[in-house]
């Protein structure tokens, strides 16, 4: 595992939208100006935590079901952001210890965390490599340090392409990385839409802040992340409606969009 980034290279004074979204997870790895601008957020959007936790309950079913249904063992998770709780390492190893997982972030304050905080079984892996997801020969590259690349691996990207503000960027760097995985493998994508007009303009002034902003985009056009893909039912819908359990919420059906497919 690559070591620890020097905290001086960490700009604290700006929001960074994974620290921030880790403080609406309810995660302690944040600044004052992440939350701050939560806060501010959140007080002219108070829905805003609960779409975090049903983003973060989507990966979780969707992890659970590519380890216990499709018996992968191997995790891509690309934009993998700060840890908090049912990490993407902690729900396929309680289901397959043996699970061998790596995460890809830009921002070197995860690295610095991720060694205190990410524990692998003992059966299973656990790396770490800090890369912008855009570079996929270095994601790829790194990612074939800790996974056989020539067997099937699940490549998670949970609500960050967001974040690339030019769609054929977008979708240019979700295609190379699935072409360079396995038959067999898995992809796990989701993606934030603007649940009713209020949330628009709150996004929006969050953009205009400073912070690292996040494009909204509708269904109708991330669908097309999964071209000549094998979509796994129910398909590309809302996160509260993947595969829901007892326990999962649903405040909106606009918030996220995702899905899971099967790369043949």
Request: with cysteine; charged share 25%.
């Amino acid at each position: 595992m690559t070591e620890p980034t020097d905290p001086q290279q960490i700009d604290t004074s700006v929001a960074h939208s994974a620290r921030v979204w880790n403080y609406w997870l309810g995660g302690k790895d944040w600044f004052p100006a992440d939350q701050a601008a939560g806060d501010a957020y959140r007080d002219k959007y108070p829905l805003i935590e609960p779409m975090a936790q049903e983003s973060r309950g989507f990966l979780i079913r969707t992890v659970t079901w590519l380890a216990r249904e499709a018996g992968i063992r191997q995790f891509l998770d690309v934009g993998a952001g700060l840890p908090t709780a049912n990490n993407t390492h902690e729900v396929a190893q309680r289901i397959a210890p043996d699970c061998r997982v790596v995460y890809v972030d830009h921002d070197p304050l995860v690295l610095l965390h991720v060694h205190a905080m990410r524990k692998s079984t003992p059966e299973g892996a656990m790396d770490y490599v800090l890369a912008d997801m855009r570079d996929t020969d270095a994601v790829l590259e790194g990612a074939a340090k800790t996974l056989d690349m020539t067997q099937p691996v699940a490549l998670v990207i949970n609500d960050v392409l967001g974040h690339i503000v030019d769609w054929d960027e977008c979708l240019s760097l979700v295609r190379r990385l699935i072409a360079r995985l396995p038959a067999g493998s898995y992809v796990s994508l989701s993606h934030s839409t603007a649940a009713d007009d209020k949330h628009r303009e709150v996004q929006e002034a969050y953009n205009s802040s400073g912070a690292i902003p996040y494009i909204f985009r509708e269904p109708e056009q991330t669908v097309a992340f999964f071209e000549g893909l094998e979509l796994v039912e129910p398909g590309y819908v809302s996160w509260p409606n993947w595969r829901p359990e007892a326990t999962t919420g649903r405040l909106t059906v606009r918030a996220g969009w995702g899905g899971v497919a099967r790369i043949s």
